[in-house]
């Protein structure tokens, strides 16, 4: 514990038989901890009872390896431990990272949704004006077209007569 106040390391690789503290106990304070939590736990210990391995594991190893042990054996399993931690370090920090990236994204949607809001609001206000400033002139022109067709239906040509019905239907 007075080392983690130095430097914090990238493996414990600890018995559970200590002074003090037992190794249980100690894995319990690290994996309690936000800044120790995710360093790997390796149990070295004469203890082989499954009880005793489960416990260990419980609290968050990430192995557990029986006296006597071989070194080669130990070695290995500490460097595939140390590139599982270091894979799981960089996966977390790209996560980090595509969240402050969605974070940011959603942001610029949400304001680029409020300018379309605004937008929208502007469309539709510029719609009812121009309806409503269309809507008289289109009205006298529809009446005169009327009067005009009523008047003189049998006077004009069958070409005159079809674009004076055009000219009413569109308004």
Same mark, same amino acid.
């Given at each position: 514990l007075k080392g983690? *106040? =130095?430097? *914090?390391?990238? #493996?414990? #690789?600890?018995?559970?038989?200590?002074? +003090? #503290?037992?190794g249980f106990q100690l894995c319990e304070i690290l994996k309690s901890s936000p800044e120790t939590t =995710?360093?790997?736990v390796i149990f070295i210990s004469s203890l082989s009872d499954v009880g005793e391995k489960k416990e260990g594991f419980r609290l968050g190893a990430v192995d557990y390896l029986t006296k006597p042990f071989d070194a080669e054996e130990v070695v290995m399993r500490?460097?595939? %431990?140390?590139?599982?931690? =270091?894979? /799981?370090? $960089? #996966?977390? +920090? /790209?996560?980090r990272d595509l969240e402050t990236i969605? %974070?940011? &994204?959603?942001?610029?949607? $949400? %304001?680029?949704n409020q300018q379309l809001k605004r937008i929208d609001e502007i469309k539709s206000d510029f719609l009812k004006f121009i309806s409503h400033e269309l809507r008289t002139p289109l009205t006298i022109i529809k009446e005169y077209c009327g009067l005009v067709h009523d008047e003189v239906? @049998? @006077?004009?040509?069958?070409? /005159? *007569? &079809?674009?004076l019905e055009a000219a009413l239907r569109n308004c």
């Open positions: 983690l *106040k =130095r430097a *914090k390391p990238d #493996l414990v #690789l600890m018995d559970i038989d200590m002074p +003090d #503290l037992s =995710r360093i790997p500490i460097n595939n %431990h140390l590139m599982i931690s =270091r894979l /799981q370090n $960089e #996966l977390a +920090d /790209q996560n969605v %974070h940011q &994204r959603t942001l610029e949607l $949400e %304001h680029a239906v @049998g @006077g004009i040509n069958p070409e /005159q *007569k &079809r674009c």
